[in-house]
């Protein structure tokens, strides 16, 4: 039996990747669906600023650079959110006790060569660009579009 109440929260960061044009990247994770989609995103390691797992994540995830990166803001909303019971029972017996995720978001700017990203294969099964009046169509997970949209509000984009 899982101690659902005693669990706590995963740290860590969203990253709303806008390339120069206002694109966002999104992208698609191997534990995904096809259909469902979302920012890059990644858990804060211990004694790293959020910053730092910014760039660490965009670095390891997609082979973003630091140096291709401009950061457009730093929403003042956390998000927070409980994963679905199976999504924990797995991740306790993967030696991960979280009962979700808690995220600091980021609007940030790429400022590379589109044709540098390499997805790493082990986490992303795919990414693509997208227009902002696209983002409706491609984020369907729970109040995902409109926690997106009060980000981009808030930091007045």
């Not at 706590?8 to 969203?14: D, N």
């Not at 966002?24 to 910053?51: C, S």
């Not at 693509?128 to 369907?140: D, G, S, T, V």
């Amino acid at each position: 039996m899982i101690d659902y109440e005693n669990l706590g929260y995963r740290e860590g960061i969203i990253a709303m990747v806008m390339d120069t044009d206002d694109n966002f990247l999104i992208v698609n994770l191997v534990d995904y669906k096809e259909r469902e989609w979302n920012f890059p995103a990644g858990g804060r390691e211990e004694n790293e600023t959020y910053e730092e797992t910014l760039f660490r994540e965009l670095n390891e995830e997609l082979s973003i650079k630091k140096e291709e990166i401009e950061i457009l803001g730093k929403s003042s909303f956390r998000l927070k959110y409980d994963f679905p019971y199976e999504v924990i029972k797995r991740n306790i017996e993967r030696g991960r006790n979280f009962r979700g995720q808690i995220k600091e978001q980021y609007l940030v700017r790429y400022v590379g060569k589109k044709e540098t990203i390499i997805p790493q294969e082990s986490e992303i099964r795919s990414y693509k660009w997208i227009k902002r009046e696209e983002l409706k169509n491609h984020l369907h997970f729970n109040n995902q579009l409109s926690n997106t949209l009060k980000v981009l509000e808030e930091l007045n984009f």
